[in-house]
């Protein structure tokens, strides 16, 4: 089952803050978070593992909270690079020695960083 | 070091006629996947591999066929294209274990006229 991303779309300019949101109707065993560019590849961010867990890159983190089942990713004081697609994915099934080798992806997230 | 290379990037296929994606990983990576994006529907799963000489049904995996004959090589097949399947396809690989960081290659954008 998909997660759900909300907003569909956020538009900021430079130096504002967005927060994208992923949650699940089901439980959440990990969370990753993805950046594509228009016309590129997804590209890795970070990966959160354990209820509770916040990770940092750069002006970007992520929170996850397993008890909600959500998790978010703040990104602070945007910059141009920012702009793209933010898609969240998550596994089917709790790690348990090779199990959660396929995720469910969001339909992610529009962020356009203006001038 | 190439990482995930698909091609071809582009292609134009006629309704009925069939076609092969290839994708390339220089990695070592046990896993391969196949994903289409579709505005507005995220990347969905098509099949997927954990392994050579293994495949698996993904989300949509109606129209499409699948071989990994060798670790490195992930072919996705159409047999009869038809319109539903114009799309973008990325394939991504990754290692085994918890983490699971997908790498992606650059996409084949496919028209079916």
């Known amino acids: 089952q998909q997660p759900v991303q909300s907003p569909q779309a956020v538009i900021l300019r430079e130096g504002e803050d967005a927060v994208i949101n992923c949650s699940s109707s089901?439980?959440?065993?990990?969370v990753h978070w993805y950046r594509q560019k228009h016309g590129e590849a997804p590209v890795f961010l970070m990966i959160?593992?354990?209820?509770?867990e916040q990770k940092g890159h750069e002006k970007i983190s992520a929170s996850f909270n397993e008890k909600k089942q959500q998790s978010s990713l703040y990104l602070t004081a945007s910059q141009l690079s920012y702009s793209g697609t933010y898609f969240c994915g998550t596994p089917d099934a709790p790690w348990s020695g090779g199990s959660n080798y396929k995720l469910t992806f969001g339909k992610g997230t529009l962020l356009t960083v203006n001038p | 070091n190439a990482g995930v290379t698909q091609t071809p990037k582009f292609r134009v296929l006629k309704t009925g006629q069939s076609m092969t994606l290839l994708c390339a990983q220089d990695m070592n990576h046990e896993y391969m996947y196949w994903y289409r994006q579709d505005p507005g529907m995220g990347l969905r799963l098509i099949h997927y591999?954990?392994?050579?000489?293994?495949?698996a049904k993904g989300e949509v995996p109606d129209g499409y066929n699948v071989s990994r004959l060798k670790k490195q090589n992930f072919l996705l097949g159409l047999e009869s294209a038809a319109p539903s399947q114009t799309s973008v396809y990325f394939c991504a690989s990754s290692h085994t274990g918890r983490s699971n960081i997908q790498y992606f290659g650059a996409g084949t954008r496919l028209s079916v006229l």
């Open positions: 959160l593992l354990k209820g509770g």
């Open positions: 089901k439980a959440l065993y990990s």
């Open positions: 591999s954990v392994g050579e000489g293994t495949t």
